[in-house]
């Protein structure tokens, strides 16, 4: 059974706490709550000057950028995110997600479905 909605209709989770995660929110766009057996899809946005923490975790996720500027650190190397940008990370690398930008950071992040169960 498909599930179509507007991002907007889609509850967003602020997911700072003022120290390791700045200026984040999530919206959990696909997940368990629409059946999806395998994946979940996340919707984040990092404010000016936020970022994730430095974090790792054993499943790999995809990103694709959708507005805003910014940077992905893992291990040791920094790239650069832009609209269109798209981003592998795999499992275990240390990864952080920053704004370096003056607008908000948008972009949407696929794990697998048992991240958000």
């Known amino acids: 059974m498909a599930t179509v909605r507007k991002t907007d209709e889609v509850l967003q989770v602020d997911m700072s706490d003022g120290r390791q995660v700045v200026g984040a ?3 959990l ?12 899809v ?13 974090h790792q975790h054993p499943f790999e996720h995809g990103v694709f950028v959708l507005e805003g500027k910014g940077e992905l650190a893992v291990q040791d190397e920094l790239y650069p995110l832009s609209p269109h940008t798209v981003a592998h990370v795999a499992p275990n690398e240390v990864h952080q997600f920053r704004n370096t930008g003056q607008e908000p950071l948008r972009f949407l992040c696929v794990v697998p479905r048992h991240v958000e169960e």
């Open 29 to 40: 766009l696909i997940g368990p709550q629409d059946g999806a057996p395998t994946f979940a």
């Open 25 to 27: 929110t999530k919206k």
């Open 42 to 54: 996340r919707l984040f946005t990092l404010t000016p000057g936020g970022h994730t923490p430095h």
